[in-house]
């Protein structure tokens, strides 16, 4: 997760020796090897590695010297008052692991640790995880389907960890059936995130729990099944989103339908062509959608609405409504066969590189 420097142990002053440096570097041993300097106001002022010590000695630096005769004072951050996505991308891609977040006055507000955060998406999140798993029973009788194990953890901890990796924390939870259980499973952090329960007075849809959440009047939310295992970039999705000006973003994965027989093409009665055995490829609704914050707080209160019944209603107003494809794992865990695929790709070690 981010690191909001609760410890000076990547903080040295400008003024502090080169042989203070080496001593914090080398007391960071197995972290990233990386200081943030500041000046006597807590300005940043560069940043020091063993490299750049390195190569100052190389030029004549003495180890009694500043840290400030051998920092990069041409450092990468970002800015506290917006923080760019593709510009923390880019860092990220060329190795930038700490990456410090500058406010206004030229001080270090937050540390993105890009190896354990790679990304801060601007997005609040919703589970839906009040469905009662019929077809997985009797597994789910008393166990709520979202908390089901496949190899070390809870199905839904796959995803709460995906969205706190990408700097996700404002994270909730609507729950029905069994929702002690789910209760109970929430009462202790998940990928670092304390993540909120909220419960179902009444099955409200697939959707219509939404609007038991509090959310902010601005900007978006993840809204997603949390039976899903998969490895769609968030990061990706929410950029797409911004980029299209969508109100909504539906992820997809390719479904193709192959028909066993030669398919007439015809006008009136009149046959005009055969088509032999042909495949036709679709995109179909895999349960993760973008959805601006002022559609969801729009919900009425205590209505059932189901996905589709927002989607629909959003294309009738003529707002813009766009998928995404997702190109990796996707796995809706409704059946036996289904929990059983995605408990053997856990066993191989085939889905999220763990």
């Known amino acids: ?18 042989l203070d440096a080496l001593a914090k570097l080398n007391a960071l041993s197995g972290k990233v090897m990386t200081l943030f300097a500041i000046d006597n106001d807590g300005i940043m002022t560069g940043t020091v590695t063993d490299g750049d ?3 100052g000695m190389i030029d004549g630096a003495l180890p009694s010297h500043p840290v400030s005769r051998v920092m990069n004072r041409k450092f990468s951050s970002l800015k506290e008052s917006g923080i760019d996505l593709a510009h923390l991308r880019a860092l990220r891609e060329r190795g930038v692991q700490l990456i410090p977040v500058i406010s206004e006055a030229g001080t ?16 609040s999140a919703i589970l839906m995880a009040g469905g009662k798993g019929e077809r ?5 009788l008393e166990t709520p389907k979202p908390l089901l194990p496949i190899a070390d953890k809870a199905i839904i901890d796959y995803n709460i960890e995906a969205l706190a990796a990408c700097g996700i924390t404002d994270i909730s939870v609507t729950v029905n059936y069994l929702a002690e259980k789910l209760e109970q499973h929430f009462a202790n952090p998940v990928g670092g995130v304390m993540v909120r329960c909220v419960r179902e007075n009444s099955p409200l849809g697939t959707i219509g729990s939404a609007q038991l959440v509090d959310l902010p009047a601005e900007g978006c939310t ?18 797409a989103h911004i980029r299209a000006g969508a109100a909504i ?35 179909a609704n895999a349960g993760i959608y973008i959805i601006d914050n002022a559609l969801l707080r729009g919900l009425q209160p205590d209505t059932r609405t189901d996905a589709t019944d927002l989607i629909e209603e959003a294309i009738a107003k003529g707002l813009n409504v766009t998928y995404f494809p997702i190109s990796g794992t996707w796995i809706d865990i409704g059946s036996p066969t289904d929990y059983q695929h995605a408990r053997e790709l856990m066993r191989h070690k085939a889905l999220y590189g763990r």
């Open 1 to 18: 997760m981010t690191s909001h420097l609760t410890s000076d142990s990547h903080i040295i002053r400008q003024d502090a020796s080169i």
């Open 53 to 55: 010590i390195r190569r």
């Open 108 to 123: 270090i507000s937050d540390v993105i640790d890009t190896t354990a955060t790679p990304t801060r998406l601007p997005l």
């Open 136 to 140: 997985l029973r009797p597994l789910t």
């Open 222 to 239: 993840v809204v997603m099944n949390s039976d899903l295992l998969t490895t769609i970039s968030f990061e990706d999705m929410y950029l």
């Open 249 to 283: 973003t539906i992820a997809a994965i390719p479904y193709n339908v192959s028909v066993p027989y030669a398919i007439l093409a015809t006008d009136g009665r009149r046959v005009t062509a055969l088509e032999e055995k042909p495949s036709y490829s679709y995109y």
